[in-house]
């Protein structure tokens, strides 16, 4: 995100808690009890994104995370698409190895 993206964001909470302010005035409630829900509302969604965004960032599930596993799948089927039948097999095989090798470790610390 650019600076000035960030300078607009914060623009337009400055003009959102303004036009809350004045609307809740319209609305017949007084200046200080506009000015204290006004407040409070901005507050609230504030905190809310902040904890939506932890959520996000916890989980991973953030949009360069995304981008990142699907790059790395991508790299991934192009490597596997260019071996060719022999080492296919032998990949299988070490995998195969490695299954049989984990289970060995489990079952010895059972």
Sequence with gaps: MRRV??????????????????????VGMGTISAGIWAQAILVVGLVGWVVTYAARAVTGNMT???????????VLQKRLEEMTPEELAALQAEIEQEKAANQNRIKAGS
Excluded: K, N, S
């Design 5 to 26: 993206d960030v300078l607009a964001i914060g623009v337009a909470i400055f003009a959102i808690g303004g036009l809350l302010y004045a609307g809740l005035q319209l």
């Design 64 to 74: 360069y995370h995304q981008q990142r596993r699907e790059y790395e799948d991508a």
